[in-house]
């Protein structure tokens, strides 16, 4: 069994897919797997999170999915019930992280600074979000983290295809999440031709 961190490394770009209507869901799946890019962290900012992750999960067992945006432990249960592979957290929460590993769920929780990086290395975590990537000092900021600490980071936050390949240089970078192969409006629309080719464009660069 690969790791979610080798499985994420294969991918090196995470759709993050706010979904508004669990109709949604299974469009949305086929274009990711069919376009090659089989994978999506779905966020818990939407009722329809849930929901539309056990759709996916069903229809496309081989789908690496992540629960982005999970706040509490609650929502750890949800996400872990609908059939997520890891948990992503904007936030270092350490009762988050205990949570997750009690129930042998992968956490990728977020960092942005020194010693929050450590806290997480304390608690035994090698996969680190760095979120806000952008507005934290984006490349540079994690060339200076990565200098130092022996962890992985997924960048999100800012990340576009105007700068995810000088993310995705760094030796540090496992992955990078970012939201423009999937716009909301685009998937409000049911415009699944313009988002396969937007998906496309990222699986083939």
Not at 145 to 164: E, I, W
Not at 171 to 180: E, L, N, Q, R
């Amino acid at each position: 069994m690969k790791t979610i961190e080798q499985r994420l490394k294969e991918i090196q770009i995470v759709p993050v897919i706010a979904i508004n209507d669990v109709a949604h869901a299974l469009p949305l799946a086929k274009v990711l797997v069919e376009n090659g890019l089989p994978c999506a962290e779905v966020t818990f900012r939407t009722e329809a999170a849930a929901e539309s992750i056990r759709i996916m999960r069903d229809a496309y067992p081989e789908l690496l999915i992540g629960a982005g945006t999970v706040l509490t432990t609650e929502q750890v249960d949800i996400a872990i019930d609908a059939g997520v592979d890891f948990i992503v957290s904007p936030g270092f929460n350490p009762t988050t992280v205990k949570y997750c590993q009690q129930r042998n769920m992968p956490i990728v929780p977020g960092v942005n600074n020194p010693s929050l990086v450590e806290q997480a290395m304390e608690m035994g975590l090698k996969t680190l979000k760095f979120f806000p990537a952008e507005p934290s000092g984006g490349v540079n900021m994690l060339k200076a983290l990565g200098a130092v600490y022996p962890v992985s980071f997924m960048p999100t936050g800012g990340v576009s295809p105007a700068n995810v390949d000088q993310y995705l240089a760094l030796k540090s970078v496992v992955a990078c999440g970012g939201t423009w192969m999937v716009p909301t409006d685009m998937m409000d629309n049911g415009d699944w031709d313009g988002i396969a080719a937007l998906v496309k464009a990222v699986s083939e660069r």
